[in-house]
Structure formats: C-alpha cells, structure tokens
C-alpha cells in the first residue's frame, strides 16, 4: 500500500521559510512496502528551533492523511548539500515535492533517471526473445518500458524512472546477469 503524498494535491499550512516538502525512501519506490513515510522539510536559512517546530506542525498535518506513521526530518538549502548528510542522494535522486508533484531536484533545472545497459550475447535466442517481450510487450499486452514510461535510447540501453529501478532490475535479472545500472541527474 503506496502512500504517493505528491500525487494528493495537499493543503498544507507552512511558513514562508520552507523551500520544500518532500517525500523520499522506499515510500517512493515502486513496488516496496514501506514501514513508514520518509519527509523532509528543506528551509530557507532559518534557526534549528524554528525548522523543528515547523516540521513537527506539518507532521501533524501529514500524519492525518497517511495511513501509516511519517518520519520527518529537516535540512536548510545548506545542511541538504553538506557531505556528511547521507540522506542527500535519496533525497535528490528519489525525492518527490509534495508540494509541487514533481521531482524535488526540478527545481534546480535537473531530472533524475536510470539507465541500464545490459548484453544479450551468448543468450539463447528464445531468451533473447522473452527479453524484448519482457521490455516491449506481446500479443497487445504492454511491456515495461510503455508500462512505466522508459525508453529504448539504443540497442543494449534503457532510460527509466528512478522509482521503477527495483521492477526492471527483477525482471532483467530473471534472463541475463549481464547488465549495468548508472543513476544519472541532467
């Protein structure tokens, strides 16, 4: 059960001094089951009491729409990019606004997607045939890439979205090792 919070057009009373609201984690990822809902709250420069007061008002808030329990954590502009926080990779490669409905890192003119290259040689050819019926799709049934809006860039290479790594990795995994995975922001 997904709680997509950036799909919900929310309604929620914040300050001035937030920079953004967002969702990230396993909240995020297709097809996992996540114990509870990572927030973040990003802030202007503002003093830590004020950041955590304001996280907590908007906590309450969120806990009322969401059906299991929200961890939320805060960062200004600053701490977010400092490289011992070591939640920032998820939070720019995964994260979703829920104030926006989009990724978090459009807001700095970047899109986060994944891209897999994989090798079909030395497979038999009724496994290279699953392969692209796996991608492509058969007999009018979609196939992943149409399913979740990824893209064939070239023979051996696929573009995706960040939340669909996981179903794409299983379902490659099933036919060859051969593959590579590269999360890329442009």
């Known amino acids: 059960m ?3 919070l950036w799909l919900k057009k929310l309604k929620l009373n914040y300050s001035k ?3 953004d609201i967002v969702q990230f984690g396993s909240s ?3 097809s996992r089951e996540p114990r509870d809902l990572d927030i973040v ?3 202007q420069k503002i003093p830590l009491k004020e950041q955590l007061e304001e996280s907590q008002k908007i906590k309450r808030q969120l806990q009322k729409i969401s059906e299991i329990s929200i961890h939320i954590t805060s960062f200004d502009l600053y701490s977010l990019f400092d490289k011992s926080n070591f939640a920032k990779e998820n939070i720019l ?3 979703k606004s829920v104030i926006s409905g989009n990724y978090f890192v ?10 897999i290259s994989y090798s079909l040689e030395n ?3 009724k496994d290279k045939i699953r392969f692209n019926y796996i991608l492509s799709g058969k007999k009018g049934k979609y196939g992943l890439l149409r399913k979740y809006g990824g893209e064939l860039l070239k023979p051996g290479l696929i573009e995706i979205f960040p939340e669909y790594k996981d179903i794409f990795v299983e379902s490659i995994k099933k036919i060859t090792s051969h593959f590579k995975i590269v999360n890329i922001l442009f």
Not at 106 to 115: D, T
């Open 106 to 115: 459009k807001k700095f003119g970047l899109n986060p997607r994944v891209q």
């Open 123 to 125: 497979l038999k050819k």
């Open 17 to 19: 001094n937030v920079f």
């Open 28 to 30: 995020v990822i297709e």
């Open 93 to 95: 490669f995964y994260g």
């Open 2 to 4: 997904m709680q997509k």
């Open 41 to 43: 709250v990003i802030f």
